[in-house]
Protein backbone atom coordinates (compact mmCIF):
# COMPACT_ATOMS: atom_id res chain seq x y z
CA UNK A 1 0.00 0.00 0.00
CA UNK A 2 1.49 2.97 -1.10
CA UNK A 3 1.97 6.28 1.35
CA UNK A 4 -1.16 8.38 2.03
CA UNK A 5 -1.33 10.17 5.46
CA UNK A 6 -4.98 12.08 5.63
CA UNK A 7 -5.67 14.76 8.23
CA UNK A 8 -8.46 16.78 9.00
CA UNK A 9 -8.17 19.52 11.50
CA UNK A 10 -11.43 21.88 13.07
CA UNK A 11 -10.05 25.30 14.51
CA UNK A 12 -11.22 28.22 15.66
CA UNK A 13 -10.31 30.83 13.73
CA UNK A 14 -7.76 32.54 16.08
CA UNK A 15 -4.25 33.39 15.24
CA UNK A 16 -2.78 30.83 18.05
CA UNK A 17 -4.92 27.92 15.56
CA UNK A 18 -2.06 28.85 12.51
CA UNK A 19 1.06 27.97 14.69
CA UNK A 20 -0.52 25.01 16.05
CA UNK A 21 -1.50 23.72 12.15
CA UNK A 22 1.86 24.51 10.93
CA UNK A 23 3.42 22.38 13.81
CA UNK A 24 1.60 19.80 12.94
CA UNK A 25 1.92 19.65 9.44
CA UNK A 26 5.71 20.30 10.48
CA UNK A 27 6.09 17.38 12.34
CA UNK A 28 5.39 14.99 9.75
CA UNK A 29 7.02 16.39 6.84
CA UNK A 30 9.84 16.30 9.48
CA UNK A 31 9.27 12.64 10.17
CA UNK A 32 9.06 11.48 6.55
CA UNK A 33 12.36 12.94 5.81
CA UNK A 34 11.22 16.01 3.13
CA UNK A 35 13.59 18.25 2.38
CA UNK A 36 14.20 21.31 4.64
CA UNK A 37 13.76 23.40 1.22
CA UNK A 38 10.31 21.68 0.44
CA UNK A 39 9.34 22.08 4.30
CA UNK A 40 9.54 25.50 4.50
CA UNK A 41 7.97 25.90 1.21
CA UNK A 42 5.07 24.02 2.25
CA UNK A 43 4.99 25.56 5.67
CA UNK A 44 4.70 29.03 4.48
CA UNK A 45 1.80 28.63 2.39
CA UNK A 46 0.21 26.69 4.66
CA UNK A 47 0.76 29.28 7.19
CA UNK A 48 -0.51 32.54 4.78
CA UNK A 49 -3.24 30.60 3.81
CA UNK A 50 -4.48 30.17 7.26
CA UNK A 51 -3.51 33.95 8.39
CA UNK A 52 -6.05 34.74 5.13
CA UNK A 53 -8.17 33.26 7.14
CA UNK A 54 -8.13 34.15 10.13
CA UNK A 55 -7.85 37.86 9.26
CA UNK A 56 -10.28 38.01 6.56
CA UNK A 57 -13.00 35.40 6.39
CA UNK A 58 -16.35 36.43 8.20
CA UNK A 59 -18.83 34.16 9.38
CA UNK A 60 -18.27 31.49 11.41
CA UNK A 61 -15.99 31.67 14.08
CA UNK A 62 -13.99 28.27 12.98
CA UNK A 63 -12.24 26.65 9.45
CA UNK A 64 -11.17 23.85 8.40
CA UNK A 65 -7.43 22.38 7.12
CA UNK A 66 -7.11 19.15 5.27
CA UNK A 67 -3.88 17.60 4.81
CA UNK A 68 -3.05 14.70 2.52
CA UNK A 69 0.53 13.41 1.70
CA UNK A 70 1.80 10.93 0.08
CA UNK A 71 4.94 9.80 -1.33
CA UNK A 72 4.42 12.43 -4.20
CA UNK A 73 2.74 15.74 -3.01
CA UNK A 74 1.32 17.81 -0.40
CA UNK A 75 -2.24 18.55 -0.27
CA UNK A 76 -3.34 21.53 1.59
CA UNK A 77 -7.37 22.41 1.87
CA UNK A 78 -7.84 25.39 3.69
CA UNK A 79 -11.84 25.67 4.55
CA UNK A 80 -13.76 28.42 5.50
CA UNK A 81 -17.58 29.57 5.66
CA UNK A 82 -17.12 33.27 4.94
CA UNK A 83 -18.83 35.63 2.48
CA UNK A 84 -15.98 34.16 -0.54
CA UNK A 85 -14.45 36.34 -2.67
CA UNK A 86 -13.73 36.49 -6.42
CA UNK A 87 -10.48 34.65 -7.36
CA UNK A 88 -10.29 36.68 -10.46
CA UNK A 89 -9.51 39.77 -8.70
CA UNK A 90 -7.17 38.33 -6.22
CA UNK A 91 -4.35 39.23 -8.44
CA UNK A 92 -5.35 42.61 -8.65
CA UNK A 93 -4.99 42.63 -5.04
CA UNK A 94 -1.58 42.01 -4.57
CA UNK A 95 0.34 44.57 -3.48
CA UNK A 96 4.11 45.33 -4.35
CA UNK A 97 6.24 42.41 -3.40
CA UNK A 98 7.72 45.47 -0.73
CA UNK A 99 4.57 46.06 0.85
CA UNK A 100 3.31 44.95 4.21
CA UNK A 101 0.38 43.27 3.70
CA UNK A 102 -1.25 42.04 0.44
CA UNK A 103 1.45 39.58 -0.34
CA UNK A 104 0.02 36.57 0.86
CA UNK A 105 -1.49 35.32 -2.71
CA UNK A 106 1.39 36.09 -4.30
CA UNK A 107 3.74 34.22 -1.85
CA UNK A 108 1.51 30.94 -1.84
CA UNK A 109 1.42 31.11 -5.94
CA UNK A 110 5.38 31.16 -5.91
CA UNK A 111 6.04 28.17 -3.03
CA UNK A 112 3.15 25.53 -4.10
CA UNK A 113 3.18 24.05 -7.86
CA UNK A 114 -0.64 24.43 -8.26
CA UNK A 115 -3.22 27.20 -6.44
CA UNK A 116 -6.87 27.18 -6.67
CA UNK A 117 -9.65 28.54 -5.21
CA UNK A 118 -13.81 27.72 -5.23
CA UNK A 119 -15.17 30.43 -3.40
CA UNK A 120 -18.98 31.04 -3.65
CA UNK A 121 -20.82 33.82 -1.79
CA UNK A 122 -22.41 33.28 1.22
CA UNK A 123 -20.81 29.38 1.55
CA UNK A 124 -17.28 30.76 1.44
CA UNK A 125 -13.56 29.59 0.05
CA UNK A 126 -11.97 26.36 -0.18
CA UNK A 127 -7.98 27.13 -1.40
CA UNK A 128 -6.65 24.27 -2.62
CA UNK A 129 -2.65 24.12 -2.33
CA UNK A 130 -0.27 21.68 -4.20
CA UNK A 131 3.29 20.61 -3.63
CA UNK A 132 5.39 18.33 -5.12
CA UNK A 133 7.50 16.49 -2.03
CA UNK A 134 11.40 16.31 -1.76
CA UNK A 135 12.97 13.76 0.22
CA UNK A 136 16.32 13.33 2.08
CA UNK A 137 16.93 9.86 -0.11
CA UNK A 138 14.32 7.75 -0.46
CA UNK A 139 10.72 8.02 0.37
CA UNK A 140 9.51 6.72 3.21
CA UNK A 141 7.47 3.49 3.53
CA UNK A 142 8.60 1.67 -0.19
CA UNK A 143 7.12 -2.01 0.31
CA UNK A 144 9.59 -4.40 0.20
CA UNK A 145 11.31 -5.13 -2.96
CA UNK A 146 10.07 -1.75 -4.54
Do not use: W
Request: charge should be negative; glycine fraction near 6%.
Amino acid sequence: MALNIEMKLCLPRDRASVPFVRHICRHVLVELSVTVDCQAAVLLALTEACDNVVLHATGDDEYEVHLQITEADCQIRVIDAGQGFDPLIADQLIGDATDEAGRGIMLIRALVDTINFDSRPEAGTIVHLVKKLDFDGQPPFRPAGA
